[in-house]
């Protein structure tokens, strides 16, 4: 398995999604009901054609109906299903199709919005897609008609599941089953605009027409207060503030407001649309022109052009009455603007302290 070197060099070991672990799991349960055996350990094709094999940790062939589960890695990732055990049990059936099931732990799909029907089980379509290419291919080498039921499980899952965005994306009793390369890469951002994207997606399915972005909890909990905002309606942006603008862009609601912390948030005004520490620092010295140019003293100014943090500047203005808050949000707006373009998209920035206090708004 090829590893990813960051930039404290070490390395990371890229893990499997829960969709190559279904796919695996299928397709050793399918060619043991087809020659009797089990294949462990199990060779699969991704899409962007590796070959990986996993072996077994569950096999079982009886009553006309063939088990085999697959123990999720996702490498050096913190994904949640690390360690989970992914099911599949499949039967063969008189129609020439192939169903698809969600067993224990896998959820359903209770609003419209995501690229599944409402009701259908949560096995997103490009593992479906691989589940269904490997069972024809199956099917063609042993003289098989395909008509199989498959169905994925994942022991545990429901109460994982409260640990991710699935029910803020409408998806009820279990994980989603998950992956459009087969590849998890660690600390990928991909996966997380993934979210931010479906959530917009779930929102403007549903009517809603107010969605409000936050950069964390905190942020997220003091703008659904002000705007008693449903849950739908919160899109878990974290520091992917440009994933989801340029995704509103492209898909506008009505109205939608960006809510942060006072550092996040002035990182956005200074122009960065990623927001990681990794990839975008505070500016003292942009902090320190800002105080000037809202009418601060020489004593002021040179304090916060020296201070350590962000929060430390923050409350360097107040003790001023400089409304550095507002001024931020307002740049930040200004920053938000130019992506949306030409989108009829009203927008407003709203930014809190670490309890969650209101200190800066934009004009918009």
Request: with cysteine.
């Amino acid at each position: 398995m090829e590893d990813i070197l960051i930039k404290s060099k070490k390395t990371l070991k890229r893990g499997w999604t829960t969709g190559a672990c279904a796919l695996a799991a299928t397709q050793a349960a399918y060619t043991a009901l087809l020659s009797g055996k089990f294949p462990d350990p199990v060779k699969i094709s991704l899409p962007q054609g590796e070959t990986p094999s996993f072996p077994l940790a569950l096999e079982k062939l009886s009553g006309g109906v063939a088990k085999a589960g697959i123990i999720k890695d996702a490498g050096d990732d913190p994904d949640v299903t690390h360690g989970v055990l992914v099911i599949a049990a499949v039967r063969m059936i008189k129609e020439k199709e192939i169903k698809f099931l969600g067993g224990q732990g896998v959820g359903k799909v209770s609003l419209p919005g995501l690229p599944l029907p409402v009701g259908e089980p949560a096995i997103n379509p490009k593992p479906r897609e691989m589940i269904r290419s490997a069972i024809r291919k199956l099917a063609d080498h042993y003289s098989h008609s395909g008509g199989v039921e498959v169905k994925i499980a994942i022991p545990g899952g429901e109460l994982l599941a409260e640990k991710t965005w699935n029910s803020r994306l409408g998806i009820t009793g279990g994980l989603s089953i998950l992956g459009t390369t087969g590849v998890v890469r660690p600390f990928s951002c991909a996966a997380w605009i993934h979210s931010i994207h479906r959530g917009i997606d779930v929102a403007r399915a549903n009517g809603l027409q107010h969605i409000a972005g936050s950069t964390g909890k905190t942020s997220e909990a003091a703008v659904k207060e002000i705007y008693d905002l449903p849950a739908h309606a919160l899109v878990d942006m974290g520091d992917f503030a440009g994933g989801m603008l340029k995704y509103l862009r492209r898909n506008p609601v009505s109205r939608v407001t960006i809510a942060g912390g006072f550092a996040k948030v002035t990182k956005l005004a200074q122009g960065f649309l990623d927001l990681h520490s990794g990839r975008s620092h505070v500016d003292f010295d942009w902090l320190a022109s800002s105080v000037d140019a809202l009418g601060a003293n020489s004593d002021l100014i040179d304090n916060v052009h020296n201070a350590k943090s962000a929060g430390h500047v923050l409350q360097l203005s107040q003790s001023h009455d400089i409304e550095i808050g507002n001024w931020v949000a307002s740049r930040a707006a200004e920053t938000a603007l130019r992506v949306l373009a030409d989108s009829p998209i009203k927008l407003d920035v709203r930014v809190f302290d670490r309890g969650g206090a209101l200190v800066g708004r934009s004009n918009s």
